[in-house]
């Protein structure tokens, strides 16, 4: 791996801090970023244990987006479709977003943070509260195969890749399919949206390295669908390679050409990439410094994970941000890792109490934006840091 970015000492994303943590020494990690020019994988470099990152206290859930709800029905109608599969699984089921929208009989999911399965479980889906691997996918498909695997956002969080795929070919039946969807290593350099990397990210998908990874797991790219969520994602079709009844879409030629051009085959391409980070971490704390200045009242919107890179690595703290607003019951009441900035439950904005408004889930900024039309109207303000500090 060649290191090609610092974001310096970070605390765990997703450790949300009660009161009586505050004046408690948090655990912290040094998120350095690298590429490895062999098979173009893009990494952190300093991993944290998963069972510090995936266990019962998991707070993150799926549903609390409608945008997201409405994606992943949508998605579950379309597969069904498609591929007409008559066992489904998904890796990484959260609280039964995607799950939900099949028959409780035609579905498995697997999910290790307890407090996510039990949401579930107690519905009556058959849920393996385990990680994935190559031995609950023998456990999961010695009497029967699975005809479509379906995870989103969480295979790029699985430190052992190659194995994940190979435990993914074990249990998949021969005219079997993966759908995999996580963020696009395109759009997060295009976006400068150094965000997308912290501890849960271990890596950033480029079509040109899952082609190499999944070589190694006898598995092939088939199709590919860029899109919005979460800021610029792609949806990737998979098959065994042994598999000839699915034809390779054009959409994967031009996807890599595409990522070539850009240069993310290149080492050059990320040092030029950190250049640009280390500028809007300058601009970001400018634009905080000026507001602060000028007495304006700032709170943030969407404590995110990804929140958690960027207020730390731009030293923004409680003294900067008033408080953030999040809907997640979880995160009510507790405070941002590291820059220890109150969460409080969410209320509509309102231009008598609050002049500018930091957007830490930049990635739904279309729904937060339908949302308070009312706050904009009246002369509210919104900003980010994506695809450059600005405010909008
Ligand atoms: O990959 C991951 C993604 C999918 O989810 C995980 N590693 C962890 C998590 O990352 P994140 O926290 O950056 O995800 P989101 O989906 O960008 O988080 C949105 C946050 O904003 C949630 O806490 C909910 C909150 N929110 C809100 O308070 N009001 C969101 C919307 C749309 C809203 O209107």
Redesign the pocket.
């Known amino acids: 791996m060649k290191k090609f970015l610092d974001l310096g000492n970070q605390p765990l994303a997703?450790s949300y801090l009660k009161k009586n943590q505050l004046n408690q020494k948090e655990k912290k990690f040094r998120l350095e970023i690298g590429f490895n020019p062999k098979n173009f994988l893009v990494s952190i470099l300093n991993t944290v244990p998963k069972e510090k990152m995936f266990n019962k206290n998991y707070p993150?859930k799926?549903s609390?987006?409608?945008?997201?709800r409405s994606q992943f029905q949508k998605l579950a109608v379309k597969l069904k479709k498609k591929f007409k599969p008559k066992l489904s699984l998904e890796i990484g089921s959260n609280d039964g977003a995607f799950i939900k929208n099949f028959k409780k009989e035609e579905v498995i999911g697997i999910e290790p943070c307890k407090n996510l399965a039990k949401i579930t479980k107690k519905k009556g889906y058959k849920t393996y509260s385990e990680y994935w691997d190559i031995k609950l996918a023998k456990k999961i498909s010695s009497k029967k195969k699975i005809d479509l695997i379906y995870s989103a956002?969480t295979l790029s969080?699985i430190k052992n890749i190659s194995e994940i795929f190979k435990a993914i070919n074990l249990a998949l039946t021969d005219n079997g399919v993966l759908v995999l969807e996580d963020p696009s290593l395109l759009e997060c350099m295009r976006n400068l949206a150094y965000d997308q990397f912290y501890c849960?990210?271990i890596y950033v998908f480029s079509t040109l390295s899952l082609q190499k990874t999944l070589k190694v797991a006898d598995l092939e790219i088939f199709d590919i669908e860029n899109l919005t969520t979460?800021g610029g994602s792609n949806r990737y079709y998979i098959k065994k390679k042994k598999n000839i009844n699915f034809k390779i879409s054009s959409k994967v030629k031009s996807n890599l050409s595409k990522e070539k051009k850009f240069g993310l085959n290149k080492f050059k391409t990320y040092k030029n990439f950190a250049n640009k980070v280390k500028k809007s971490k300058f601009n970001l704390e400018k634009i905080f410094n000026d507001l602060i200045k000028k007495n304006k009242k700032i709170i943030g919107?969407?404590?995110?994970?990804?929140?958690c890179t960027v207020l730390n690595y731009c030293n923004i703290n409680h003294k900067k941000i008033d408080y953030f607003?999040?809907?997640?019951s979880f995160?009510i009441g507790s405070y941002l890792p590291g820059s220890k900035i109150p969460i409080r439950s969410?209320q509509k904005l309102d231009t008598k109490k609050i002049d500018y408004v930091f957007l830490?889930?930049w990635?739904?900024k279309d729904?937060?934006f339908k949302?308070e039309k009312e706050f904009i109207k009246n002369g509210g303000k919104f900003f980010t840091h994506v695809p450059f500090p600005h405010i909008i």
């Open positions: 997703n993150y799926s609390e987006s409608f945008t997201m956002n969080h849960e990210h979460h919107y969407g404590a995110t994970a990804k929140s607003y999040d809907t997640t995160k969410y830490g889930a990635n739904f729904e937060i949302k």
